[in-house]
């Protein structure tokens, strides 16, 4: 593959402002309906709209026939208007005359079904057909719109894997047999590496290769993470074959492909290395009043994924989604919190799918800027709202987020411990496990970035991996390095259990930690469900709902926390190896998230941070700042009003009101506060007391 690398030098976005807007579809809509979107859209504060993302069919009806008249002038139109075009490839789902003429582009499940046209994505990443249209159809878009003012940045395809991240068809099975050999050279490199012995697996063809379908039992786990680790490649190369197009016609075009967030299936470290800005669709459920939570790790990795660089918030719910089971609008307010939520997180972006609701199709009760009800409509309020005020943030844009706590976000160890079927529990899954450590953090009141699990550690007081499943000695080494320097790391359950293919390190967990840890694992114990067992630590006793091991520690460290029933009873259970002015601490067992939090909090005031005493996790403060200035979000996600202690001074940009030593925010309230750039990050204590709503 060639293409963009990420030592290369970035193209900027060509928008000089926060972006601010949405996806736009004016194909469904007539030409007199577009004049009222761009009159509507001025009045809001539009920049930027993202089209034609599904419009294949539209500006190619039959092979080799383009149509270009009716995005040519929509185009012109919005950009006479002054708003910027996200410009979509409009490769992110095929004209039917092209999967009629090529049914085998179409994607299998795991039973071998062929899925059907009538919905979107209908292809297989790996098909030569899919993939040579999917170039044409990039190159003419390029070719035709490259020299136009309004573009502002290239979208390619639309949230790679929502519908089809995986194909189990047979041109999948010869791809993923190429990958296979291009991985281990030859069929013993491949018999040796997937433990073939085990259940009579050895193959003596490639042919024989299929991809992992549906077995009469458990499939070999090697096999599955491969095919997991094979499938997020077959998208990212397809994903590169737009990238090279693009370089090739427009180089000076930044390009991106939205992101789903923590999304399982593609490894996002891989994606965000090739192309030029971040971007993601975000959709907190508005059902779950502590959505936010997740929604702030979802950030930390976005802004993690270009090294700390503003990303852009592409799409976000004006109220109701319409994928769920039951769709809760969102309370007055919340769009604004929401929005500002992420860019306090390092977006430069708010926008939305999408700008007009939809009169029929998948997605007519899915809220949008403009709702049904036109200029009316409650959303269309709110979001002019935001747009207006997201004015009075410029000077945040380019800004970086503060933090000083890193959570290791590794793929491979995600897959690994979700996709194989014979594990010692399945209670113990790395996403949960991941969110249920972020969320103790957050609600200490940290930021916190993700990063990758062989570092670079070096911006870090903090470092915890909630579980690394899968380690390599580069891991170890690099999280070694970082505690050596000084640094506090925090290991979660089950890690440094396999390599990467996925044999048991010698002599059992934590394998290549087991120095910097000092600790050994003699046996997984998860518990029964309905079970719970109990560590006394520090004088409180934490709550073990799933997962505890039998761990013996060295000499040298110092046991934290103690089990305190059960058949583990009187065994270390929390461990912390003082390195110099660093520490590695081991955590045995899944601790409930107000076990969590004595815990923690430990860690970080031991590394020199604050950790509130209070919790309150409606309440979340995040430092954007430049070298001379904090930009420090105040954001209440809560129903109630709530009142913070300042730690000093600061200009609310959104008001111009100053505070000084204490905010007073309303239901859904914000504030951002500037002020000179403090050495450290500031940070806000909230005041108990929660007046009546
Ligand atoms: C996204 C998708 C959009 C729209 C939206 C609805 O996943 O990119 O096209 O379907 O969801 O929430």
């Given at each position: 593959?060639?293409?963009?690398?990420?030592?290369?030098?970035?193209?900027?976005?060509?928008?000089?402002?926060?972006?601010?807007?949405?996806?736009?579809?004016?194909?469904?809509?007539?030409?007199?309906?577009?004049?009222?979107?761009?009159?509507?859209?001025?009045?809001?504060?539009?920049?930027?709209?993202?089209?034609?993302?599904?419009?294949?069919?539209?500006?190619?009806?039959?092979?080799?026939?383009?149509?270009?008249?009716?995005?040519?002038?929509?185009?012109?139109?919005?950009?006479?208007?002054?708003?910027?075009?996200d410009l979509a490839t409009a490769t992110a789902t095929p004209p039917s005359w092209l999967l009629r003429a090529h049914p085998e582009m179409a994607p299998w499940d795991a039973d071998g079904h062929r899925l059907e046209f009538g919905s979107r994505q209908t292809y297989c990443p790996s098909s030569p057909i899919w993939r040579e249209n999917v170039a044409r159809m990039a190159r003419a878009m390029a070719e035709r719109y490259g020299e136009h003012p309004g573009l502002a940045m290239w979208h390619i395809s639309n949230e790679y894997g929502d519908h089809t991240s995986r194909c189990w068809c047979p041109e999948s099975a010869r791809h993923f047999r190429r990958w296979l050999q291009e991985r281990y050279g030859d069929l013993d490199g491949l018999n040796e590496a997937w433990g073939v012995n085990v259940w009579g697996q050895r193959y003596t063809s490639w042919e024989h290769i299929e991809t992992p379908k549906r077995a009469p039992g458990p499939v070999n786990p090697t096999k599955l993470l491969d095919f997991e680790r094979f499938s997020s490649d077959a998208l990212l190369e397809l994903f590169q074959i737009e990238i090279d197009v693009l370089r090739e016609v427009t180089p000076d075009i930044a390009v991106t492909t939205n992101f789903m967030s923590m999304f399982r299936d593609l490894d996002y470290w891989d994606f965000a290395a090739v192309e030029d800005v971040v971007t993601d669709d975000a959709y907190p459920d508005p059902a779950d009043p502590t959505s936010h939570v997740g929604a702030a790790l979802n950030y930390g990795l976005m802004r993690a994924l270009k090294d700390g660089q503003p990303w852009l918030l592409l799409e976000s719910s004006a109220s109701a989604t319409s994928w769920r089971d039951v769709n809760v609008p969102k309370a007055p307010g919340k769009i604004r919190v929401e929005s500002l939520q992420a860019v306090a997180h390092g977006s430069d972006a708010v926008m939305f799918f999408q700008?007009?609701?939809?009169?029929?199709?998948?997605?007519?009760?899915?809220?949008?800027?403009?709702g049904h009800r036109g200029e009316r409509s409650r959303?269309?309020?709110?979001?002019?709202?935001?747009?207006?005020?997201?004015?009075?943030?410029?000077?945040?844009?380019?800004?970086?987020?503060?933090?000083?706590?890193?959570?290791?976000?590794?793929?491979?160890?995600?897959?690994?411990?979700?996709?194989?079927?014979?594990?010692p529990s399945q209670r113990l899954q790395w996403a949960q496990?991941?969110?249920?450590?972020?969320?103790?953090?957050?609600?200490?009141?940290?930021?916190?970035?993700?990063?990758?699990?062989?570092?670079?550690?070096?911006?870090?007081?903090?470092?915890?991996?909630?579980?690394?499943?899968?380690?390599?000695?580069?891991?170890?080494?690099?999280?070694?390095?970082?505690?050596?320097?000084?640094?506090?790391?925090?290991?979660?359950?089950?890690?440094?259990?396999?390599?990467?293919?996925?044999?048991v390190h010698d002599g059992g967990a934590p394998g290549p930690l087991r120095t910097l840890l000092g600790i050994e694992v003699d046996e997984q114990w998860p518990l029964a469900d309905g079970e719970t067992e109990q560590i006394a630590y520090a004088g409180e006793t934490l709550t073990v709902p799933s997962w505890s091991e039998w761990i013996e520690a060295d000499d040298d460290v110092q046991v934290r926390g103690t089990y305190a029933s059960g058949e583990l009873a009187g065994l270390p259970a929390v461990t912390c190896r003082p390195v110099g002015r660093g520490s590695a601490w081991y955590v045995s067992a899944m601790i409930d998230h107000d076990g969590m939090l004595p815990l923690f909090r430990d860690v970080l005031r031991t590394a020199g941070?604050?950790?509130?005493?209070?919790?309150?996790?409606?309440?979340?403060?995040?430092?954007?700042?430049?070298?001379?200035?904090?930009?420090?979000?105040?954001?209440?996600?809560?129903?109630?009003?709530?009142?913070?202690?300042?730690?000093?001074?600061?200009?609310?940009?959104?008001?111009?009101?100053?505070?000084?030593?204490?905010?007073?925010?309303?239901?859904?309230?914000?504030?951002?506060?500037?002020?000179?750039?403090?050495?450290?990050?500031?940070?806000?204590?909230?005041?108990?007391?929660?007046?009546?709503?």
């Open positions: 593959m060639s293409g963009p690398r990420a030592d290369q030098p970035l193209r900027r976005v060509r928008l000089d402002a926060l972006a601010f807007g949405g996806d736009y579809n004016p194909d469904q809509w007539s030409e007199e309906t577009w004049h009222e979107d761009i009159r509507l859209m001025r009045e809001a504060g539009v920049n930027m709209v993202s089209l034609p993302i599904f419009s294949w069919p539209q500006l190619e009806p039959e092979p080799g026939v383009y149509d270009w008249a009716w995005l040519d002038r929509i185009i012109d139109l919005l950009w006479d208007a002054g708003i910027a075009i700008w007009r609701q939809a009169k029929y199709g998948q997605e007519k009760f899915h809220s949008s800027m403009l959303s269309f309020r709110e979001t002019k709202a935001l747009g207006l005020e997201l004015q009075k943030l410029e000077a945040v844009r380019g800004t970086r987020v503060r933090s000083r706590v890193g959570l290791v976000v590794d793929w491979d160890s995600w897959w690994g411990s979700s996709a194989a079927e014979s594990l496990q991941a969110r249920a450590w972020h969320r103790a953090l957050y609600a200490l009141g940290q930021p916190v970035d993700a990063v990758r699990a062989a570092g670079p550690f070096d911006r870090y007081d903090v470092v915890v991996v909630p579980n690394l499943y899968i380690a390599e000695q580069e891991h170890a080494d690099a999280l070694a390095a970082f505690v050596e320097r000084g640094g506090h790391l925090v290991v979660g359950p089950f890690s440094g259990v396999v390599d990467a293919t996925e044999k941070l604050p950790a509130r005493d209070h919790v309150d996790l409606d309440v979340e403060v995040v430092t954007r700042a430049d070298d001379t200035t904090d930009y420090t979000f105040y954001l209440n996600h809560g129903r109630a009003p709530v009142a913070v202690e300042l730690p000093g001074p600061g200009f609310d940009l959104l008001t111009g009101a100053r505070h000084s030593d204490r905010l007073d925010l309303d239901r859904y309230g914000v504030a951002v506060l500037a002020s000179p750039r403090a050495d450290t990050i500031p940070t806000a204590t909230p005041i108990p007391v929660k007046e009546d709503a």
